[in-house]
């Protein structure tokens, strides 16, 4: 009885877990598409390169939660 309870805890767990990073990579995602229209927008050199490297940061970071994401959902 006990070990059922801890396995459903453990998938609650899990579930919030994957809950949060999915929401993180939503956030993610719009962070990459404001960042490319302002990219796009701009002529300064110095903020070309701003957000060159701020959208190569969050892609990183794309790629780091969707690793993440995968291995929630896959325990």
């Known amino acids: 009885m006990f070990l059922d309870i801890f396995k459903r805890g453990k998938k609650h767990r899990q579930s919030i877990e994957a809950q949060i990073l999915s929401e993180e990579v939503s956030k993610v995602q719009e962070k990459l598409a ?4 302002q990219f796009e927008d701009t002529t300064d050199h110095e903020l070309l390169d701003y957000y060159t490297y701020y959208y190569k940061a969050n892609e990183i970071r794309h790629t780091y ?6 291995e929630a959902y896959y325990k």
Do not use: E
């Not at 404001?34 to 229209?37: D, G, I, K, S, V």
């Open 65 to 70: 939660l969707m690793r993440k994401l995968k």
């Open 34 to 37: 404001a960042t490319l229209c």
